[in-house]
């Protein structure tokens, strides 16, 4: 994997809920971008987002391309050469606070180093909250406090100061159960294991990866990565997946906070946790001379030892 500079965008750091991505420019301008072409894209039929007016629009910022106002949700497979795969499977869920989504830094990255690996990889490009539809505009409302998604590790008690009102994430958590439900349906094609389908997701992203496993009814997913997500405690459904979670401990979401390690341990699941001296929020797959660099090997690590890599046995 490569690793390219990176810096922590405060100025969006208004809330809770955001991504930082890959160094371009040092004053972290946002610039309008052409929507890239998306080739492997297949559209989840899901439907579109209530009073959303604008189109989606992209724009860059810290060399990153971003999408916004998101209002048809896709899911783009990254499969892993012939011969290579070892059956497992991971929904990657890009973060962004719901309101744009950081499409190469925590999804087409990661995707493509997963799939080197031999896991097949599908980026799930979930539906927005709308967003001004002008860029100018767009710029304005960073900084404008937003609701934190419902029932999510990071809306508990123990967030200071206290949460503002609760986010829907019905769409969001609509797109996921569709998007593992097409997996389902074409795995023989795609080469997955359906017993082994996991999904992993970076700060918005994590916490849909959290309301997945807390909420969904109809997605079995074999283990989950929320990464750099909310801590808070939350209640653990008995059939709840192993969990391996990852966060630094200057990530304003960390707070000192172990709730969800916790509570995914009191209910007696595996779950390993990885706290970082350093890395900020927004690492991707990493950041330079920083501790978290290593997580990506780590997972690697967890999901080898608790046999997820291992193809099975044909009958």
Not at 113 to 124: C, E, N, Q, R, S
Not at 230 to 259: H, Y
Not at 273 to 278: A, D, E, G, I, T
Request: proline share 8%; glycine share 8%; no cysteine.
């Amino acid at each position: 994997m490569h690793h390219q500079i990176k810096l922590t965008r405060r100025f969006l750091l208004a809330f809770f809920l955001v991504s930082s991505a890959t160094a371009m420019a040092q004053d972290g301008t946002i610039y309008p971008l052409k929507a890239p072409a998306e080739p492997k894209a297949i559209s989840l039929g899901t439907g579109g987002v209530k009073n959303q007016k604008a189109p989606e629009t992209w724009f860059r910022q810290w060399g990153d391309p971003m999408a916004r106002n998101i209002s048809t949700a896709t899911l783009t497979p990254f499969l892993p050469a012939p011969g290579k795969a070892t059956g497992a499977a991971v929904i990657v869920a890009p973060g962004g606070g719901f309101r744009w989504l950081s499409m190469d830094n925590e999804g087409w990255e990661v995707a493509k180093a997963l799939a080197d690996k031999g896991i097949a990889a599908f980026v799930l490009k979930y539906r927005l909250n709308p967003t001004p539809e002008s860029l100018e505009d767009f710029k304005a409302s960073m900084n404008q406090p937003r609701p934190a998604p419902a029932a999510s590790a990071s809306t508990s008690a123990s967030a200071t100061p206290p949460s503002p009102p609760q986010m829907d994430l019905s769409n969001q958590l609509q797109d996921a159960e569709t998007a593992y439900a097409m997996i389902l349906k074409r795995s023989k094609e795609w080469g997955v294991d359906t017993s082994r389908i996991g999904m992993i997701g970076f700060s918005a992203g994590a916490m849909l990866t959290m309301h997945s496993t807390l909420h969904s009814k109809t997605m079995k997913l074999a283990f989950i990565g929320p990464i750099y997500g909310g801590m808070g405690p939350v209640e653990v459904p008995k059939n709840a997946p192993p969990m391996f979670n990852v966060i630094a401990t200057d990530d304003f979401l960390f707070r000192g906070q172990f709730g969800v390690v916790d509570s995914w341990y009191k209910a007696r699941i595996p779950v390993e946790f990885h706290l970082y001296q350093n890395g900020g929020h927004g690492f991707g797959l990493g950041n330079p001379d920083r501790t978290s660099n290593r997580w990506f090997d780590a997972f690697l690590h967890w999901l080898d030892v608790n046999k997820f890599l291992k193809p099975q046995a044909k009958k």
